[in-house]
């Protein structure tokens, strides 16, 4: 009996916790809810606070709030690119305010998105209005955007981050050994380095040749921006950087690399000064970026249409999720734009490392039948290479940032024999029956013969055939030539530029401008349709929930080692052929 009570009493606390979840659940949804469409007032001799504390994405897709952060006081998991770029130039026009607060602290973007939201916020400058940017430390990309203010301020006991960059990759020849697993692996081109990461411990010649050259691109980019904002010799800001001059705030200061040394306090007296406001204690309008962006109004100018097409992440055959670029999905996009009378010309934004070489090709297509029908232009975001150049290829213009990295005209395939690891370590055997000599061609069993070998290997040579021809055909460029800067290497934009992968080095903007001029469209004349379309806040939230609570649970259990077991589990992803860079690049 005593039993049976406690499950009574079990099952009733049970429902009694799910049902309070249940409305916080509803409560949240429905405070986002009103969040998200609240109507925002500016009021006069405001100032913008863009707080980029979070990684910023090329769009915000999904709903605009995230219903479990509001239970915390949160405003969302991302930023959006575009609506960031959004925000920087509809406050450049309004009167209301007067200047931008920049807090970017612990930046988490690509150094090509960041030179958008910094090419932005030039542009603001430009209008006469005032940046002033505070943080208690800085990293290279956080001083990257914030050397664009008028006035940079760092904390008396912070810390500023300028030695220079660092690409740091992660081999796991020594894991695979010690579980027993033997990368077979099969490759057309000697910067096709994608597969090293199983075959070595270390880079080789030839992908540190091309790591540094294009490293090396991205910090000159850095360099000559920062110094020209800061009134500092490109020159001497490098020494500064190579020999880390800057230890201590001081430092900073002593050499320029910030105007002031102030706590918040002091800061916000400093903005008091440039509002013309008297009273010290009077609280300064500071405008949050996400209120913000909800007081930027849309005009209704034309009917006509710029179709802008998002693609992020490693390109997979299907439909994808929210952070890969699915074939099906992105074809049907395309195709969609093409077939839509109202939709002038269409912007292929492309942040990708690349991915399936079919998919690629499946979404390469509907880019060719496009071209003709309806100006298309390839803007590329941090990177868009292999597969990422392979969707761009085909398109009328290509657009890059000096920082972008792309090329990497390059594929490979790899199929991992577990032979020693089933059998020697885990005790498993297995049998076939087969009807024909080749039906077990893909085991991952038992290590491929020569012949096994011969037969996957060209078909990587097939692929790489068509490929490069496909690029020569689209870059209108003789196939020897294209060939030339092909073999797999990545390249930063400026010199994909120099040898024709790229057309014009710029932004987002200039890829939508050139894209309207294409389409005879007047300026300003025109609205963006963004795709794939966002999604509910029901589908937002399944998927979102889904995801985070599966990657939270596996970090908290791994702690360090997850970030290693996570580059294991992406192999899950290497189906087929690949047209996809060396490694995750994260530069720093």
């Not at 973007?109 to 400058?125: H, P």
């Not at 918040?264 to 440039?274: C, N």
């Not at 710029?306 to 996009?333: H, L, Q, Y």
């Amino acid at each position: 009996m005593l039993k049976f009570f406690k499950g009574v009493l079990a099952t009733i606390v049970g429902l009694f916790i799910f049902s309070l979840l249940f409305i916080l659940l509803g409560v949240a949804i429905i405070s986002a809810a009103s969040s998200a469409e609240e109507e925002v007032e500016v009021a006069e001799n405001s100032v913008l606070h863009l707080e980029l504390n979070k990684p910023i994405v090329e769009r915000e897709t999904g709903f605009p709030v995230n219903p479990f952060e509001v239970l915390s006081g949160g405003e969302g998991g991302v930023i959006g690119l575009v609506e960031v770029l959004e925000a920087i130039n509809y406050a450049r026009e309004d009167e209301k305010i007067k200047g931008i607060y920049l807090e970017a602290q612990n930046v988490q973007a690509g150094f090509a998105t960041l030179k958008e939201i910094r090419d932005a916020l030039e542009d603001f400058k430009s209008s006469g209005k005032w940046i002033l940017a505070y943080n208690e430390l800085y990293t290279e990309k956080d001083y990257y955007l914030a050397s664009v203010a008028n006035e940079v301020y760092l904390n008396p006991a912070g810390a500023l981050e300028l030695n220079g960059l660092v690409q740091e990759v992660m081999f796991l020849k020594g894991a695979l050994n010690k579980l027993g697993v033997e990368p077979q692996v099969f490759r057309v081109g000697e910067f096709k380095s994608a597969i090293e990461p199983f075959t070595r411990t270390d880079m080789s010649e030839a992908s540190r040749l091309q790591t540094n050259a294009f490293l090396n691109n991205i910090y000159s980019v850095f360099l000559l921006d920062v110094a020209r904002d800061r009134g500092i010799e490109a020159d001497e800001l490098e020494r500064i950087s190579d020999e880390m001059l800057v230890r201590d705030p001081e430092d900073a200061l002593e050499l320029e690399i910030v105007d002031q040394l102030g706590y918040y306090d002091e800061v916000l007296a400093a903005m008091r000064l440039k509002l013309e406001m008297e009273d010290e204690e009077e609280e300064i309008n500071l405008v949050k970026y996400a209120k913000y962006q909800k007081s930027v109004k849309d005009e209704e100018v034309s009917s006509d249409r710029i179709a802008v097409i998002v693609a992020t992440g490693p390109i997979v055959s299907g439909e994808g999720d929210n952070e890969s670029i699915g074939s099906d999905k992105f074809a049907k996009a395309i195709r969609d734009a093409r077939k839509n009378e109202r939709v002038k010309a269409i912007v292929l934004r492309i942040n990708s490392p690349g991915g399936s070489a079919l998919a690629s090709d499946v979404i390469w297509r509907e880019v060719v039948l496009t071209k003709g029908v309806k100006p298309i232009i390839a803007s590329m975001s941090d990177v868009a290479a292999s597969g990422g150049y392979y969707m761009a290829m085909a398109c009328d213009t290509i657009v890059a940032q000096p920082n972008t990295i792309t090329g990497s005209i390059g594929i490979f395939g790899v199929i991992f024999n577990m032979q020693t690891l089933l059998n020697d370590k885990l005790g498993i055997t297995t049998d076939v029956v087969e009807t024909g000599e080749l039906s077990n061609l893909y085991k991952v069993t038992a290590p491929l013969s020569e012949f096994e070998a011969a037969i996957i290997q060209n078909s990587v040579e097939d692929g790489y055939e068509t490929f490069t021809r496909k690029a020569a055909e689209g870059r209108d460029m003789p196939l020897e030539v294209l060939l030339e800067v092909a073999s797999g290497r990545v390249w930063s934009g400026i010199e994909a530029k120099d040898r024709g992968l790229v057309d014009v080095l710029g932004s987002f903007e200039d890829a939508v401008q050139i894209a309207a001029v294409k389409a005879g469209l007047e300026e300003d004349d025109y609205r963006l349709r963004f795709y794939p379309e966002k999604k509910t806040i029901m589908e937002e939230l399944l998927e979102g929930l889904n995801e985070s609570v599966e990657a939270k649970i596996m970090e908290s259990r791994l702690g360090e080692l997850y970030p290693f077991v996570k580059e294991i589990q992406e192999l899950k992803k290497y189906s087929g052929i690949q047209a996809r860079l060396p490694y995750e690049l994260v530069i720093e």
